[in-house]
T-cell receptor, first 111, second 115 residues
Framework: GQSLEQPSEVTAVEGAIVQINCTYQ??????LSWYQQHDGGAPTFLSY????GLEETGRFSSFLSRSDSYGYLLLQELQMKDSASYFC????????????FGKGTRLSVIA | NAGVTQTPKFQVLKTGQSMTLQCAQD?????MSWYRQDPGMGLRLIHY???????DQGEVPNGYNVSRSTTEDFPLRLLSAAPSQTSVYFC??????????????FGEGSRLTVL
């Protein structure tokens, strides 16, 4: 099985940079995904790292290091609308496996 | 552009009642799944399916049944509702269960209260 650990809450100032970490324990997986969920809404896909390294999509970047069993989501130029919960997720390699999520990190952006 | 459609959006049940949460997707996705979300618990997998006629249990399957008779539909049945099943339920689908299925598309959620 797999387990993913994330901080439960993070607070950051508008305009700043914040990093949300995800550590995991799994024997092998396709890649690390990140999802965003605003209060009352559904999760939406943000990014995916299949290989080690940094993936950039606008203000958001995501990083994976398989050797360190670690990844992170980096949000730059924070805006109030970035206040949301962020989830990391993995899907194991063996057979037909489901996507399993971490418990999520609630990001609060303050003025 | 419907995507993943869940019904109903809100439901109140009494303990012991049964009901079905409907989920349909129009993207011809092979993989479909049901999650429940409770405060502080993240998204916990209830059941999933990798194709028509194939279902499997997730982390918290007790008290729930599923079936997958068509590619499009994946209903979740609560056999005898309990207050512990009060939650927000999300249906989600992806192209496959492998690397091509890295993006999961979610429905808007169904908010269930069991009294």
């Amino acid at each position: 099985g797999q387990s993913l650990e994330q901080p439960s809450e993070v607070t950051a100032v508008e305009g700043a940079i914040v990093q949300i970490n995800c550590t995991y324990q799994t024997s092998g997986f396709y890649g690390l995904s990140w999802y965003q969920q605003h209060d009352g809404g559904a999760p939406t896909f943000l990014s995916y790292n299949g290989l080690d390294g940094l993936e950039e999509t606008g203000r958001f970047s995501s990083f994976l290091s398989r050797s360190d069993s670690y990844g992170y989501l980096l949000l730059q130029e924070l805006q109030m609308k970035d206040s949301a919960s962020y989830f990391c997720a993995v899907r194991e390699l063996s057979g037909n496996t489901p996507l399993v999520f971490g418990k999520g990190t609630r990001l609060s952006v303050i003025a | 552009n419907a995507g993943v459609t869940q019904t109903p959006k809100f439901q109140v049940l009494k303990t012991g009642q049964s009901m079905t949460l409907q989920c349909a997707q129009d993207m011809n996705h092979e993989y479909m799944s049901w999650y429940r979300q409770d405060p502080g618990m993240g998204l916990r997998l209830i059941h999933y399916s990798v194709g028509a006629g194939i279902t499997d249990q997730g982390e918290v399957p007790n008290g729930y049944n599923v079936s997958r008779s068509t590619t499009e539909d994946f209903p979740l049945r609560l056999l005898s509702a309990a207050p512990s099943q009060t939650s927000v339920y999300f249906c989600a689908s992806s192209m496959t269960s492998g690397v091509a299925g890295r993006e999961l598309f979610f429905g808007e959620g169904s908010r269930l209260t069991v009294l």
